[in-house]
């Protein structure tokens, strides 16, 4: 049996009591009550001071000291009703994790009495020793000054005996060194084009919001099982594993019940995250073995992207205390599906009105059609910056394989869509469409169905699909900030919609009617755009033929798609729209090479380990045990070669593997060795890329190979079919 080979793991675990309560399952009584939302507010600071913070948080205003002071206290008054004795700044590194530094409410005074110590100053501002963050050169170590500021814009919460104040974390010259700073820039910048563009349309709308639902996929590994595998512990992948005899191939999973034991998780997860009023709304099996998904009801853009962070680490929590692991890595296993994080994005006036979903009357239609044609011009002029905004270490072994979308950025939006803008192209032709002829009938030709959410045949081969009323990003990684992506799309939006209000401006000075103008510069975009648009199966090889032959980028090396952060018109691109400066661009291009390079390290120096410290000697223990059989059998039958030829050669096959995993693991060190002492990071990052990381799957080819000869017995790490199919 070879699952006896853990036994006593399984038995140091089990006997591990949960140390979790049984919870309070109605959910109308929990939602939101470890959440500082705008009810309790209401509760805790005067009338004036509250109505000045929400005036504050809608239309972005600077909080005053005084009213962060009594915001202060009836944040800690509630703190301190609901048990926290801390506090922190909690915000998103360019780790990709969050950080966060607790601080007592409480200080001893002179006269022995404990004084409570949070005020409107230490609410706004804080200034964690930071040096350790990655900054990409902005901040010298040295100086070791990096400050967080309040973000009114997202309710502070309670998780376990700790306040949590959302904050951005800048350095003191003023660059961002997180991820919110620019997705809150990225907002405004969408907010103030998009109005602009609404202005043609409404004279009521005067605030737009991007808004985003994310679907969180990911896998449970048992917890002994994982403590068995270092690769999984340090990498969060397997580094090796020869596939299951059965995996997905039946498709058996996605429709698959939920085992018990991942519905007890799933549960207690869930109501962990209502308490911090994360909505989370599906949960279901994923197509691969031990692979689910959860998503919430979208939300603004900031408070989702927050709540994504949020969740992932009560996942990680909550899964402890079932003996489970959350894996969030994009590719766990080589050979069966990984996990990304679609992200459905949406814009939306004050009104609540969805600018991409289409409306029955023409005027709602061309406001539609206005944001939807801009949107794919948008992902058109600037693919290749969306795909930096989403690649790493990670999702490199993610896009393009086994039912991800692949590294090229196309767009489907459906066969009525594309009968849509067909007939925009066409029956409308230039110049002629419009004289003389009324163009609200024109308009009234084109139909577009209010609900459209059952036309879009739902293509999920698509890295980039229109599905009804929102566009779905669904090459982001499963492990990413969502942030970074959320970034890129309102930045690049926002721009198109600025150069959109420009373009019809022009023809509107040169005495062309409104609406004519709005319809032929969208007719001259959805012309200079086509190339993006896909509609058929994105996972195909003759796909990426035909992308190829269309110019469209295809970056499918995490280090080749980096390099558009560090591209001019990239760089003007954000900095036009105040979004971020040269610096901050450039310190982000070099902090993704350098998580690039450590992943990469660690991964080469976790094989190093398994490969000489737990496989050779696997390998060769097994082979001593033939080696014995053989010199017995010959004893025995002599003259009868063929009763031990068998043995002969698997010696020998297992002297071949272990000589090539020998030499090629110690080539892979001499190549990280050179690779090291290279002090420009680009080069760095492309040996890496190029000449370190191969050896990973070469390694890795002859140790699979080895798990198929030596005895179940004796190998020393759980096997792929013990890791997917124990739950
Ligand atoms: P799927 O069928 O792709 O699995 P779901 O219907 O489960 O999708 O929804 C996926 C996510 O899309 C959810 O988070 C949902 O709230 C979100 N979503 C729905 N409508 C919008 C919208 N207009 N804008 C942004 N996100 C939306
Ligand atoms: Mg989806």
């Not at 409306?359 to 969306?386: C, E």
Request: aromatic fraction near 10%; glycine fraction near 6%.
């Amino acid at each position: 049996m070879a699952e006896l080979r853990f036994k006593g793991l399984y038995e140091i675990m089990s006997r591990r009591v949960p140390e979790y309560e049984i919870q309070e399952t109605d959910v109308t009584k929990i939602y939101g009550i470890h959440v500082f939302d705008r009810v309790k507010m209401s509760k805790y600071i005067p009338e004036e001071e509250f109505r000045q913070v929400i005036i504050a948080i809608d239309e972005g205003k600077k909080i005053d000291r005084k009213i962060a002071d009594k915001v202060a206290a009836g944040m800690k008054l509630w703190a301190l009703e609901h048990g926290a004795t801390h506090y922190t700044h909690w915000f998103h590194p360019l780790t990709g994790a969050t950080a966060e530094k607790h601080d007592t409410f409480f200080e001893p005074s002179q006269n022995g009495v404990i004084n409570d110590n949070f005020s409107g100053h230490e609410l706004v501002q804080q200034e964690p020793d930071a040096s350790s963050f990655p900054s990409g050169g902005i901040r010298n170590t040295f100086e070791a000054r990096g400050y967080s500021a309040w973000d009114p814009s997202s309710p502070a919460f309670i998780v376990g005996d700790t306040l949590c104040i959302p904050t951005i974390f800048i350095s003191y010259t003023g660059e961002a060194l997180d991820y919110k700073t620019p997705l809150l820039k990225s907002s405004h910048a969408l907010d103030k084009a998009a109005v602009a563009v609404c202005r043609y349309f409404s004279d009521k709308t005067d605030k737009v919001v991007a808004n985003l639902g994310w679907e969180q996929e990911y896998f449970l590994v048992d917890e002994a099982l994982f403590m068995a595998r270092p690769d999984l512990k340090m990498t969060g992948r397997t580094l090796l594993g020869h596939a299951s005899a059965k995996d997905q191939q039946l498709e058996d999973h996605y429709f698959g019940s939920i085992p018990l034991r991942v519905s007890a998780f799933m549960r207690d997860f869930e109501l962990e995250s209502y308490k911090l009023g994360i909505p989370i709304k599906t949960r279901h099996n994923e197509v691969a073995p031990n692979q689910f998904e959860c998503a919430p009801h979208f939300e603004e853009v900031n408070l989702a992207t927050d709540h994504n962070q949020l969740l992932m680490d009560i996942m990680e929590k909550t899964a402890r205390r079932h003996m489970f692991r959350v894996l969030f890595h994009e590719k766990p296993y080589s050979g069966i599906n990984g996990s990304g994080k679609h992200c459905n994005w949406s814009i939306a006036t004050n009104g609540g009105l969805n600018l991409l979903s289409p409306g029955s009357s023409p005027h709602r239609n061309m406001q539609f059609l206005t944001f939807f044609v801009n949107v794919i011009k948008a992902v058109h002029d600037h693919s290749d910056i969306l795909m930096a905004s989403i690649m790493n270490a990670g999702n490199e072994h993610r896009l393009g394989a086994h039912e991800a979308p692949p590294s090229v950025i196309s767009i489907f939006i459906g066969k009525k869509l594309t009968q849509v803008l067909d007939e925009i192209e066409n029956t409308l032709a230039e110049n002629s469409v419009f004289s003389g002829s009324d163009l609200e009938l024109k308009l009234n030709l084109i139909k577009i169905p209010e609900i459209l959410l059952d036309n879009t045949d739902r293509n999920r081969t698509s890295p980039f699909a229109f599905t009804g009323n929102r566009f779905e990003f669904r090459a982001v990684g499963s492990g990413a900030n969502v942030a970074s992506a959320m970034i890129t799309l309102n930045t690049i939006v926002a721009d198109q919609l600025t150069e959109f209000r420009k373009d019809v401006e022009i023809l509107i000075e040169k005495g062309e009617d409104k609406n004519k103008a709005i319809i032929s510069i969208l007719k001259r975009y959805i012309i200079t755009s086509k190339n993006i648009r896909f509609e058929g199966n994105g996972y195909s090889s003759e796909w990426v033929e035909e992308a190829c032959r269309r110019g469209l980028p295809n970056l499918g090396s995490a280090i080749e798609a980096l390099k558009a952060f560090k591209q001019d018109k990239n760089i003007s691109l954000f900095e036009k729209n105040q979004v971020m400066g040269k610096r901050e661009l450039i310190a982000r291009y070099e902090i993704q090479l350098e998580d690039y390079i450590k992943k990469i390290q660690i991964e080469s120096r976790v094989l190093n380990d398994l490969a000489i410290n737990h496989i050779i000697p696997t390998a060769v223990k097994y082979q001593n045990i033939l080696i014995s059989n053989y010199l017995g059998l010959k004893e025995i039958f002599s003259n009868e070669s063929d009763i031990y030829t068998c043995q002969l050669n698997l010696i020998q096959e297992i002297s071949e593997h272990i000589e090539f995993i020998k030499n090629n693991i110690i080539e892979m060190t001499e190549t990280r060795k050179s690779a090291n002492s290279i002090d420009d990071i680009e080069e760095r990052a492309g040996i890496y890329s190029e000449k370190v990381r191969p050896f990973l799957n070469s390694v890795r080819y002859h140790i699979d190979k080895l798990e198929l000869i030596v005895d179940d017995e004796i190998w020393p790490l759980p096997k792929y079919r013990e890791l997917l199919f124990t739950n």
